[in-house]
């Protein structure tokens, strides 16, 4: 395989995903409106309820609404790799998986390929979002946001790589409103995305547990410690880690000698 | 060289280089021209391959056995494609053209036998042998928020195209299946036969050494599938493609086309499509084709 051809494949791959994206006015708003919702409607309430002490990586009292943004990042992000999902079972059921599948170029390759082709949309998501929220008092160092890139593209594509995973379980594009309430919502809401996990173990010792083998809490960590300059070990070790195995997975299941694909082709024949 | 019917099916394909203007009729029906007469349209952009070549086989499928679980879908399927002939594969539901398709293509992998596209092994060179393969699947697999150019655009950088070689590749292809002038449309926009015709067309884009095609007519009135037809014997004939055509559609299938008839997994027939019909002494191939697969109603021939 000559290099120039990846290039080209790659690239191929990324510019489809933005065309696709770009005719999809409506699902950029709904990713713009959903986390806007909950900052200025949501964290405005908690403002006054809620407050935060002094924990790394913040130097002083922080509002609320600071603190729920990193969580409100990785929620579009997930919601981005769900997207992912959604848009491979929508590929395999119109026909335009097996094109991709039936070029001469290795599985994994055309996987990662989508994946950072995901993490290109989302990233575009993220960083207007991050725009509007600062008009509306969320102001993060000024670094932070060029500093929070490189966890933004490992965290995206972790996310990217469970959507894929998912998608190869799904049998069928109806089946995904189901994914959406059974993933998405119990991953944000046992995380540190909302409250910090400090407060989680006061409140209820069970989904502090939970909380802390949730990878999306690490994903939320990472970009947190990011946008102040600094690098979380553990979370970027988590996230890392949760990315190498939703991949490997997600490359097994589309693997025609051994994957899940295979098995449920055999199951539709049966029928 | 005779067609042959089972037991006797282990015979060779009968097979011989068509170079004339096509002879083109469909089966009971009256032969006359389709076309003005004059030299084949070129319809891809390869160099005319020596006859010396041509009988290397493009595919070569060699005792692939299948199953699905207990359910066996194919069993010890041996044939070859050669390049220059439209090998017309006939089945009836169930028969396991789909499971074959999924194995040349590599939609999963086929754990016993051999499956060679030029020669070249999926299971020893992975995906890279999947390099002088087109396919047009039954299934529409066209983007339809897309343009027609972008689709096409999408694919040949999958095939590794510069934009440019990319770009006049497609306005030759879409040119010769009279479509140059829908490049900008969305997909979305054309009926189903225009729709068909771009697969076809990307199908050809990096030009193919050997052509799969799952029933690429199905649901297309008489004159576009007619048309669709004529364009692949051409692509055939013309650029030296082999072509694997499945198909439940026997107008489709000319009298010197390769034929293989697939029944409960195995291939019960092969030969030239005249040869099959004269062996089993079938009126025609609609009768032939009964009378192999032990069937007589339109629901064993609908695929």
Redesign the interface.
């Known amino acids: 395989m000559k290099p120039m051809h990846l290039v080209r494949a790659f690239n191929g791959i990324v510019w489809r995903e933005m065309l696709r994206f770009l005719q999809q006015r409506e699902r950029f708003f709904a990713a713009l409106v959903r986390p806007l919702v909950w900052l200025i409607i949501f964290a405005a309430g908690f403002r006054a309820a809620l407050g935060i002490s002094i924990i790394p990586p913040y130097q002083t009292y922080i509002t609320y609404d600071v603190y729920i943004t990193p969580g409100l990042v990785a929620m579009i992000q997930l919601f981005n790799g769900m997207q992912t999902s959604l848009s491979m079972v929508y590929d395999r059921e119109m026909g335009s998986m097996r094109v991709l599948l039936t070029t001469p170029l290795p599985r994994w390759f055309l996987l990662v390929s989508r994946l950072f082709a995901g993490v290109t949309v989302s990233l575009f998501q993220v960083y207007t979002f991050l725009l509007v929220a600062y008009f509306f008092g969320v102001e993060l160092p000024p670094w932070g946001y060029l500093a929070a890139l490189p966890a933004l593209i490992l965290t995206g594509m972790m996310f990217g790589a469970l959507g894929m995973l998912v998608s190869s379980t799904i049998k069928q594009l109806e089946n995904f409103a189901g994914i959406m309430n059974f993933v998405i919502f119990p991953m944000f809401f046992a995380s540190s995305a909302l409250y910090p996990l400090w407060k989680m173990r006061e409140g209820s010792l069970w989904l502090y547990y939970i909380c802390i083998y949730n990878p999306f809490t690490y994903a939320v960590e990472l970009i947190r410690f990011a946008f102040y300059l600094e690098v979380n070990w553990q979370a970027l070790a988590v996230v890392a880690g949760c990315l190498a195995v939703f991949l490997g997975l997600s490359v097994w299941a589309y693997d025609p000698s051994f994957g899940i694909q295979q098995r449920k082709a055999g199951a539709a024949a049966a029928a | 060289m005779k067609g042959c019917v089972e037991p006797a099916y282990q015979r060779k394909v009968g097979r011989r280089v068509v170079d004339g203007p096509i002879q083109g009729y469909l089966w009971g029906k009256k032969p006359g021209p389709r076309r003005p007469p004059g030299p084949p349209r070129k319809i891809a952009m390869q160099k005319e391959t020596p006859k010396s070549e041509a009988r290397t086989p493009v595919l070569t499928v060699k005792n692939v056995s299948y199953y699905?679980?207990s359910?066996q879908?194919l069993d010890d399927v041996s044939f070859e494609v050669f390049p220059g002939k439209v090998t017309a594969l006939l089945g009836p539901n169930?028969a396991g053209k789909?499971?074959l398709f999924?194995l040349i293509?590599?939609?999963?992998?086929a754990p016993t036998g051999r499956i060679e596209i030029v020669g070249r092994s999926a299971a020893e060179l992975?995906?890279?042998?999947?390099?002088p393969?087109g396919?047009v699947?039954q299934?529409?697999?066209?983007?339809?928020?897309?343009t027609v150019k972008?689709n096409l655009?999408?694919?040949?950088?999958?095939?590794?195209?510069?934009r440019k070689d990319a770009d006049e590749r497609m306005m030759r292809a879409l040119d010769a299946l009279d479509m140059a002038e829908r490049v900008n449309e969305r997909v979305r926009d054309l009926n189903g036969g225009h729709r068909r015709r771009v697969e076809i067309a990307?199908g050809i884009l990096h030009s193919p050494k050997l052509l799969l095609l799952d029933e690429p007519t199905v649901g297309l009135d008489v004159p576009t599938r007619t048309a669709i037809v004529r364009h692949i014997h051409e692509l055939a004939r013309a650029d030296n493609v082999g072509v694997l055509w499945a198909t439940h559609l026997f107008d489709e299938i000319e009298p010197d086309d390769d034929l293989l008839v697939l029944n409960k997994g195995r291939i019960v027939a092969r030969g030239t499509a005249k040869d099959v019909v004269a062996e089993t002494g079938a009126g025609d191939l609609g009768g032939a084709f009964r009378l192999l697969i032990g069937g007589d109603t339109e629901e064993d021939i609908a695929a």
């Open positions: 699905y679980g359910k879908a169930g789909t499971t999924s293509t590599r939609l999963f992998d992975g995906s890279r042998a999947l390099e393969l396919v699947f299934q529409p697999t066209l983007d339809l928020d897309l972008q655009r999408y694919f040949a950088a999958l095939r590794g195209l510069a990307r």
